[in-house]
């Protein structure tokens, strides 16, 4: 595995334990819907995605309509976040596309709208990293429930401070949560490999020196990899 391949994985990884806590004790608005998105979409177990992150150099989990949950928004009415990933590390140049559904409840059921954050589409006006609204997980595919037509998924083109895929995932997670949990980030065991990421998108909140990393309790499978 490349680095930027093991530092996403266990961005990932580190995401999907988070949503794990949050699922063991749910609270908020988000835990009266959470299970009805649940029954809507699979998601993975801790073990498989990890042997699926280590393992597999490209993978697009939308072709085993598999995703992945984040931890809810516990704002307003709530928000449940579900990740469709697909990378290819094969060759030089490394490629991730996220593509991040937003359910919240609408009307006794449910509503979603989608956003995906890309690489450069080059040559072209959308040749750098950005962030698109979208209707589906898949371009073509069965749309999001009640998902707005009107849509627009072209334009705008949103630019991202991003110049290789482990920034561009860290862009969602700042888009999504702030810098706050950039800040908890950073006290990951692997956050010291992180660093140069972390100082060019969040300076204020970028791992300082060798600052050593506390590791949670819900970094468990994190501890000792880049060792």
């Known amino acids: 595995m490349t680095l930027q391949h093991t530092l996403m994985r266990d961005v990932l990884l580190w995401l999907q334990d988070r949503c794990g806590t949050w699922e063991r004790n749910p609270s908020g ?31 697009d989990s939308s072709e085993q309509n598999r995703y992945l949950f984040l931890e809810p928004i516990n704002e307003g009415r709530g928000i449940v976040p579900v990740l469709s990933f697909r990378y290819d590390f094969r060759g030089e140049n490394a ?54 037509p009107w849509l ?16 561009l995932l860290i862009c969602m ?6 810098l706050r949990l950039a800040g908890e980030l950073q006290q990951e065991p692997f956050a010291n490999v992180l660093k140069r990421s972390m100082q060019k998108l969040c300076p204020t909140v970028a791992v300082r020196g060798n600052q050593p990393a506390a590791a949670g309790p819900i970094n468990r499978r994190a501890r000792g990899r880049h060792r």
């Open 29 to 59: 608005p988000a835990s009266r819907f959470h299970d009805r998105v649940r029954e809507s979409y699979l998601g993975f177990s801790g073990i498989e995605l990890e042997g699926l992150l280590t393992n597999r150099v490209e993978f």
């Open 95 to 148: 490629e991730l596309r996220l593509r991040l559904a937003l359910f919240v409840p609408h009307d006794n059921a449910l509503a979603a709208i989608g956003c995906r954050f890309e690489p450069p589409e080059g040559p072209g006006d959308h040749d750098y990293y950005h962030a698109q609204m979208c209707r589906a997980f898949q371009k073509g595919g069965k749309e999001l429930p009640c998902c707005p």
């Open 152 to 167: 627009p998924e072209s334009w705008p083109a949103f630019h991202l401070k991003a110049d290789d895929p482990v920034t």
């Open 173 to 178: 997670v700042i888009s999504l949560y702030g």
